[in-house]
């Protein structure tokens, strides 16, 4: 959302921010303070002290950022439609059962009210009538194209936090399965980040030939630049992936992204053409046992990323959101 501010700033947009987040004071922002209750941020009265913040701003659109359980954000959605005030609500999750339970009756679409999903995908996952408006998220393109020579072993590289819905135990015992019917050949998995199941995915290499797999731990942005500008392709297996960020990232660093279709990268990865969706981990297993054997599979799906044509360009992200205000505010 960061970035989202500044783009728009850049516009000419006058944004004030309203968040529990903590971080530097500063003039178009307030910080409200919070606790932590049953492992929810949550502020009690909350409604209330976005209706402080509104008398003082008066805004033309609340724009509302949200995932399931963003209690501030829901209360900002039920103050915006109790008072007919112009909002656009962003969703940026894929909704389960308890969230569709939960909250789909505040996703009735009014004159002043429009809600935005990042990907087809997580517009699916919405059980509503309503229609919505697919938004990716922005993406600041030219700050990941840079060459760089490719490394003699044939990369992978996945970028993610270890958690289990990112399905990293299932992508290293794939490589796992790999690295044995390819013993001869010379390739590698690298994995960028951190989390809960970076113990797991080590002792699980220490059981193994550790070659093919690589834990690089959480790397900064300057470093992960490095890595996917010298890697063969870029790989993942998460299903609940309602955008996938770090994908579009590798992506406009030239790379071809491998991935599940049932996932937000749907968006922006043409199949066979600057990428590879499959509809199974069998089918993406069976793609990495012919890039393998013929490295031109991943050459010729670098040679046709063309991110001028990716729905994550800013000029494209503001576009669709500038049209949306005007929407909400002039109540069409």
């Known amino acids: 959302m960061e970035t989202l501010v500044s783009e728009q700033r850049g516009r000419g947009h006058v944004v004030h921010v309203l968040t529990l ?3 530097p004071e500063g003039e178009l922002i307030t910080r409200l303070k919070a606790h932590f209750q049953k492992s929810l ?17 008066r ?40 969230a569709n339970f939960t909250y789909t009756k505040w996703l009735t679409e009014t004159p002043r009210f429009r809600f935005v999903t990042v990907s087809q995908q997580a517009r699916n996952s919405l059980q509503t009538g309503a229609q919505g ?50 013993p001869q050949n010379s390739f590698q998995l690298r994995i960028a980040g951190d989390g809960p199941l970076k113990k797991r995915i080590q002792r699980m290499l220490q059981s193994h030939d550790q070659e093919y797999v690589k834990l690089l731990g959480r790397l900064t942005k300057v470093e992960l630049q490095e890595e996917f500008a010298s890697a063969h392709a ?86 669709k959101y500038d049209s949306l205000y005007v929407s909400v505010t002039s109540g069409q």
């Open 234 to 319: 870029y790989i993942q297996l998460s299903k609940l992936e309602a955008f996938g960020l770090a994908a579009a990232e590798a992506q406009a660093s030239g790379l071809g992204v491998i991935g599940l279709r049932a996932s937000g990268i749907s968006d922006f990865v043409t199949h066979k053409v600057d990428g590879f969706l499959g509809e199974s981990d069998t089918q993406i297993e069976a793609f990495l046992d012919t890039s393998i054997d013929e490295p031109l599979v991943l050459q010729n799906l670098r040679d046709n990323v063309d991110v001028n044509s990716k729905p994550y360009l800013w000029s494209l992200v503001l576009e």
């Open 41 to 57: 941020l949550v502020r009690f009265g909350s409604t209330r002290d976005i209706g402080v913040v509104y008398e003082e701003f």
């Open 21 to 23: 987040t903590n971080g």
């Open 59 to 98: 805004p033309d659109v609340i724009h509302i950022h949200i995932g399931s359980g963003a209690w501030l954000g829901w209360a900002a959605v039920k103050f915006a439609k109790r008072n007919n005030i112009p909002a656009v609500l962003s969703i940026h999750s894929i909704w389960g059962r308890f």
């Open 133 to 182: 408006v697919v938004i990716a998220n922005g993406l600041s393109v030219h700050e990941w194209q840079g060459q760089s020579p490719k490394k003699e072993t044939i990369t992978f590289i996945t970028a993610s936090r270890l958690v289990k819905r990112k399905r990293l135990i299932e992508l290293v015992e794939m490589f796992a399965r790999l690295h044995k019917r390819h």
